[in-house]
Nanobody, 124 residues
């Protein structure tokens, strides 16, 4: 199974964007799903994750501005990004895994399935 991401976009500072990520075939058994981002200057950075029971965690840099959610019936992941800032500019990747570690990883190691990435560019 592959994760297929929606397109990102180029927006102005303060604008909002919604990203989505859906499995290429029917899947409803993800235990954890997450968003990461990466630009040319930094290593891949964890943004947020969501556990099967809808427990969520956020990086401090996006807390209060981004919202992660999921549709457990079809394994789709969403990220609503509000009040975007230039420092949010990056390639965004979704990730998922069926393994149950009790808590969701905040590193790439906890996810075996990845989306293709989508570019989000925020200009000031």
């Amino acid at each position: 199974v592959q994760l297929v991401q929606s397109e990102g976009g180029s927006v102005q500072s303060g604008d909002s964007l919604r990203l989505s990520c859906a499995p290429s075939e029917y899947r409803n058994n993800w235990n954890c799903m997450a968003w990461f981002r990466q630009d040319s200057r930094r290593e891949r950075e964890w943004v947020a994750n969501i556990r099967r029971d809808d427990f969520t965690s956020y990086a401090n840099s996006v807390k209060g501005r981004f919202t992660i959610s999921q549709d457990n019936t079809n394994g789709t992941l969403f990220l609503i990004m509000n009040n975007l800032k230039p420092e949010d500019t990056a390639m965004y990747y979704c990730a998922a895994d069926t393994r149950n570690f009790g808590t969701c990883y905040r590193t790439s190691a906890g996810y075996r399935y990845w989306g293709q990435g989508t570019q989000v560019t925020v200009s000031s």
